[in-house]
């Protein structure tokens, strides 16, 4: 009657406690690793703002992205990110990260 009642349904306990097993040895597996085959990656693609994007190629752009603004050249349209070089650094963005972009004005050279 003064069982330990867990949510109302008792558990039964063993009357002592269950050996400890230890295995000292290194447990290597024995399954190989298999590599899916049928793996696709997708993108969002927009064409119209990626053709955009790359009439600006070389270009002094400032790119508004959703952290922030990046000001620099253009250096290259992938179809999922682009490569601004700002101050001889390479910085890649996803475009899917991107608000919208302008030319750069002049106060903005290097």
Known sequence: MNRFMYYGYPHAYASFPA?????IEDVQSKNTQVLPTNVIYTTAVEPKFTELLIRYKGVMIV???TV???IGTLDDVF????TLIVHGKKHHIRLSEIVYFEKAEEEYEE
């Not at 050996?19 to 295995?23: C, H, K, N, P, S």
């Not at 179809?79 to 682009?82: F, L, Y």
Request: charged letters at 20%; glycine letters at 6%; aromatic letters at 14%.
């Open 19 to 23: 050996q400890q097993y230890f295995r």
């Open 68 to 70: 922030g603004k990046l």
């Open 63 to 65: 790119i508004t992205t």
């Open 79 to 82: 179809i999922d990110h682009v």
